[in-house]
């Protein structure tokens, strides 16, 4: 839920600064060799490990890793030494088709965060232009502005991008450079993480033998997004939902810009719950019918159609119709979904929301749950499988679990491009940090 407590900081004398003008850079493509990325989606049920070779517009995975885990509970760790060692089974089992070591080797590891603990807002933020053509300094200065706020105290900063822009009283302005004006202002939306949590599960990966730096740790919904959700559909105006284990993850995306956030802490795991205790059998049990026979529809179903329950001092079990189990799963699936539709209207994004609803995650596999959904929302609906992926292990990574996790291979695909793909060296984490050492501090 958006949260609209931000304050700007003051700034003093922010129009008067000297700022290295970045336009005057010679245009031009950059020549990026190929680099190794992992990305690793640490949920509440399973850990998501993906090594892919990354060259301009090309991925090309190389090695996936999953494996079932514990020592996350909806979205926020519980136990490190466990965690720590889920993503270090991921890994290895990613890195023997790879044929690489991902510790050794220094390669970037983006790994994903989620949570209730996650909040979203919007942050106005001006400059005074005094008639001046607006250049590359001026949109990077208006940027930092927005950054520059007074988040709560145990909150971090995890993300932040420009929703739109105004020049003087013209708003709705995607790209203000060339424009001249007396004032240049924007929206921008801003993604924070408590930061305990977030230090617990940096701590995780250093216990893994992982570099993870703060820029590398991407919002679960934000990296499904990237793997997901197509160019017009961004555009136009969609939501996600990313339906994991413990969480779920919504993100509102309009004109190409995140919208809104909101982490909610229900997921497939708390539907195998519901069914491991209303049958009063094991968890595991329940988690193989709800796969194999799980619905969200009980009217599919014919009156004869039964599934055997298996309980503790009962080797056959008792039967169940199958739309019993469906009625179950469809009610809790109903429930989330008009709470996430009720979420979008009350903050005013619904509206903006022209080519429907695309669900992914692991539970988001769940039989006749895209006809629900379009109930709900009274939008078109579909389901989202990551696409564009090459190699001999693209496959892999084609169901919904595995969206976040190749999700983060493309986030880090952007950010290369970002920063003209030099991974070399200081590496471009220590150039931005250098860039805002010389614009800031006088470095």
């Known amino acids: 839920m958006q949260d609209n407590n931000f304050e700007l900081q003051p700034i003093n004398a922010r129009d008067d600064m000297s700022i290295e003008d970045l336009s005057s850079e010679p245009a031009g493509e950059i020549d990026q060799a190929s680099e190794i990325i992992v990305g690793?989606?640490?949920?509440?049920?399973?850990?998501?490990?993906?090594?892919?070779?990354?060259?301009?517009?090309?991925?090309?995975?190389?090695?996936?890793?999953?494996?079932?885990?514990?020592?996350?509970?909806?979205?926020?760790?519980?136990?490190?030494?466990?965690?720590?060692?889920?993503?270090?089974?991921a890994i290895s089992e990613a890195e023997d088709p790879a044929g690489r070591n991902v510790r050794e080797s220094g390669c970037p590891v983006y790994i994903s965060i989620s949570g209730s603990h996650i909040r979203g807002s919007v942050s106005p933020a001006i400059i005074l232009l005094h008639g001046k053509v607006i250049g590359e300094r001026h949109m990077e200065e208006i940027k930092d502005f927005a950054r520059i706020t007074r988040l709560p105290n145990d909150h971090t900063l995890i993300f932040s991008e420009v929703q739109e822009y105004s020049v003087d009283d013209l708003g709705g302005i995607k790209d203000p450079r060339g424009m001249s004006g007396v004032r240049l202002s924007a929206s921008m939306y801003l993604v924070t993480a408590a930061i305990g949590d977030l230090n617990n599960l940096i701590t995780c990966c250093q216990k893994a033998g992982l570099d993870v730096p703060l820029e590398n740790v991407v919002l679960e919904s934000i990296a499904s997004a990237e793997a997901v959700l197509k160019y017009e559909e961004r555009e136009m105006g969609v939501v996600l939902i990313d339906i994991g284990g413990g969480t779920t993850g919504v993100a509102v995306y309009h004109n190409h810009t995140l919208q809104h956030i909101r982490e909610i802490a229900y997921g497939g795991h708390d539907l195998t719950e519901m069914l491991a205790e209303g049958w009063h059998t094991s968890m595991s049990a329940a988690e193989e019918l709800k796969d194999k026979f799980g619905a969200a529809d009980p009217a599919i179903f014919k009156d004869n159609e039964y599934i055997v329950i298996p309980t503790p001092g009962d080797e056959d079990g008792g039967k169940v119709p199958r739309s019993v189990m469906a009625r179950m799963l469809e009610e809790r699936m109903r429930e989330l979904f008009q709470v996430i539709n009720d979420d979008l209207v009350k903050v005013g994004v619904k509206g903006k929301i022209k080519s429907g609803v695309v669900l992914t995650g692991g539970a988001a596999e769940l039989d006749a749950l895209t006809p629900l959904a379009e109930t709900i929302f009274g939008l078109r609906v579909r389901r989202g499988y990551p696409e564009g992926f090459e190699g001999r292990d693209a496959g892999k990574i084609s169901g919904a679990r595995f969206a976040t996790a190749a999700g983060l291979i493309r986030y880090a695909q952007k950010t290369i491009g970002e920063y003209g793909g030099d991974w070399e060296g200081e590496g471009w984490g220590a150039k931005v940090a250098g860039w805002i050492g010389k614009k800031f501090l006088g470095k």
């Open 40 to 89: 690793v989606d640490v949920g509440t049920t399973k850990v998501c490990c993906v090594i892919a070779e990354v060259k301009n517009d090309l991925i090309e995975i190389i090695g996936t890793g999953f494996v079932a885990s514990r020592g996350i509970r909806k979205g926020v760790v519980v136990s490190i030494e466990e965690t720590a060692n889920y993503i270090n089974k």
